[in-house]
């Protein structure tokens, strides 16, 4: 068998050879790392540059389109405003007082761009307020006379009749002489339905020698009205009735000559004169009276 024997010196090159091609593919991947790095990097940043120098072309296209919206969309809520106004008027809602302001004036320079859209927003909220208000008062006021509305006797107690005799002075049907009538009479056949003319609660249903079956509706405020001569009674004292509720049947009890309603209506206790409720009813045509 033969044997080679290498002198030391050989070896240390080889090694020395080895480490240096080792350390120069290290180093070649560490610059081709840093090469792709810094073109992603260069590529990134060119890109953002280009979008940042786009930007400002887009953006203006933008809040030229958002601000011509905003101009319309506050003209629509203008006219809402003034048909709100309108409507409070109409109900007669107290219009709300504008806000106290004041100061030097210090015009400032034109708004533009993210400041104009700015502007045109806050004017559109301060518009949006205005007609918020203005229709809340006018719900209120309207809820309010439709109360004041139900509890006035202002619709016919019995359909379709007319007025026989009216409120004050008139012969008395019975005695043939002159005397005061307390309420207005309205003819119709036995059984005819009465109405009330108003809402409220009733505080008496009941019989009485001169009214005969009788009801008082009291309707608030010192306002009664009263339902006589009735033939039949279809509510109890303390019980609530709506406008147009079928209380009772036209009838011929108590001092009477003949089927018919004797209407009342009654101020703090005092009959006044019912033709000046009814005049108001729906249709707003005053009720025909004949004496």
């Not at 050879?17 to 120069?24: D, H």
């Not at 005397?179 to 003819?187: E, K, Q, S, V």
């Given at each position: 068998m033969g044997l080679f024997i290498l002198p030391a010196g050989d070896q240390a090159v080889a090694k020395?050879?080895?480490?240096?091609?080792?350390?120069?593919v290290l180093a070649g991947s560490l610059l081709l790392t840093a090469a792709l790095a810094a073109g992603a990097f260069i590529g990134y940043?060119?890109?953002?540059?280009?979008?940042?120098?786009?930007?400002?072309?887009?953006?203006?296209?933008?809040?030229?389109v958002l601000t011509e919206r905003l101009g319309t969309l506050q003209g629509k809520v203008l006219q809402l405003e003034s048909k709100a106004t309108d409507l409070a008027a109409r109900v007669g809602a107290p219009l709300p007082d504008a806000e106290p302001a004041g100061g030097p004036y210090q015009p400032l320079p034109e708004?533009?761009?993210?400041?104009?859209?700015l502007a045109a927003l806050v004017q559109l909220e301060s518009t949006t307020n205005r007609v918020a208000q203005l229709l809340a008062a006018a719900?209120?006021?309207?809820?309010?006379?439709?109360?004041?509305?139900?509890a006035l006797p202002s619709r016919m107690p019995v359909a379709g009749s007319r007025i026989s005799s009216g409120f004050g002075r008139r012969i008395d049907p019975i005695t043939g002489?002159?005397?005061?009538?307390?309420?207005?009479?309205?003819?119709?056949p036995s059984g005819t339905p009465i109405v009330a003319s108003a809402g409220g609660r009733v505080s008496f249903a009941g019989y009485r020698p001169a009214y005969g079956y009788s009801i008082d509706i009291d309707h608030?405020?010192?306002?009664?009205t009263r339902y006589a001569h009735a033939k039949r009674l279809n509510v109890r004292?303390?019980?609530?009735?709506?406008?147009?509720?079928t209380i009772g049947q036209v009838g011929s009890t108590g001092?009477?000559?003949?089927?018919?309603?004797h209407f009342e209506v009654l101020r703090q206790g005092q009959a006044v004169e019912p033709r000046h409720y009814l005049a108001a009813a729906t249709s707003g045509q005053p009720a025909c009276c004949a004496r």
């Open positions: 020395l050879r080895t480490v240096s091609a080792r350390r120069a940043h060119g890109g953002r540059q280009a979008a940042l120098d786009a930007a400002p072309t887009i953006g203006q296209g933008s809040e030229r708004l533009g761009g993210t400041d104009s859209l719900a209120e006021s309207a809820k309010n006379r439709g109360t004041e509305r139900m002489r002159w005397a005061r009538h307390t309420g207005i009479d309205f003819p119709a608030g405020n010192g306002l009664k004292r303390g019980e609530l009735v709506l406008p147009g509720q001092r009477s000559t003949g089927a018919h309603l």
